[in-house]
């Protein structure tokens, strides 16, 4: 694991993982639910792609648009009356690229129990320039045992995310070579 405190590049200088790490809080209503009566996946999906957006733009120091998201996993069922909290913080970072790990949990808006994790993902931002073209990005600067654990995970996340884009396209380089049409 190698992890710089200046970029490079550009000796743009490290951020710390604390620096955008962000909270989202959303109370859920009858209007963000499905026909089941629980809350609909895309609901919560676009809470965890708001959430992780401004903690990359924050980190970013300007805007940063979703490239991809990754693992989304919805563990449990959230309910009209829950609170739910969005957790968020930049776990990587590459040239201009940055994985943003992100946690869902909830509670009930009126009970003191302890709010269970109801979901989770990972997304990957890119930071723009005001063109809309790719610029550079602070090194993220882990700061404890959990956050380079987490610097190691996305690594391994981004290298599979590589391959896999790799092997498809070599694929269908094959397929065309073979005369296949889609």
């Known amino acids: 694991m190698t ?3 200046r970029n490079p590049e550009t000796d743009i200088p490290g951020k710390t993982t604390s620096a955008s790490r962000t909270t989202l809080s959303h109370i859920m209503t009858g209007s963000d639910t499905n026909l089941l009566g629980t809350v609909h996946g895309g609901v919560i999906m676009k809470l965890v792609d708001d959430v992780a957006g401004a903690v990359a733009g924050r980190h970013s120091g300007g805007p940063a648009v979703t490239a991809s998201m990754d693992e989304m996993a919805f563990l449990e069922p959230v309910r009209v009356g829950d609170l ?3 957790k968020a ?4 970072t590459g040239r201009s690229s940055m994985e943003v790990g992100v946690r869902v949990l909830a509670e009930r808006w009126n009970e003191s129990t302890p709010a ?3 979901g989770s993902a990972y997304l990957v931002f890119a930071a723009v320039d ?3 073209k790719p610029r550079h ?3 993220v600067l882990p700061e404890t045992e959990r956050d380079r654990r987490r610097y190691q995970e996305a690594q391994i996340r ?3 995310r590589l391959a896999r884009r790799r092997a498809i396209m070599e694929l269908r380089e094959k397929r065309a ?3 296949i049409e889609d």
Do not use: E, F, L, S
């Open 3 to 5: 992890i710089q405190d």
């Open 84 to 86: 739910v909290h969005v």
């Open 89 to 92: 913080q930049v776990n990587w």
């Open 116 to 118: 269970v994790q109801v």
């Open 130 to 132: 005001a063109d809309g």
């Open 137 to 139: 990005v602070p090194p």
């Open 158 to 160: 981004r290298t599979h």
């Open 177 to 179: 070579a073979d005369g």
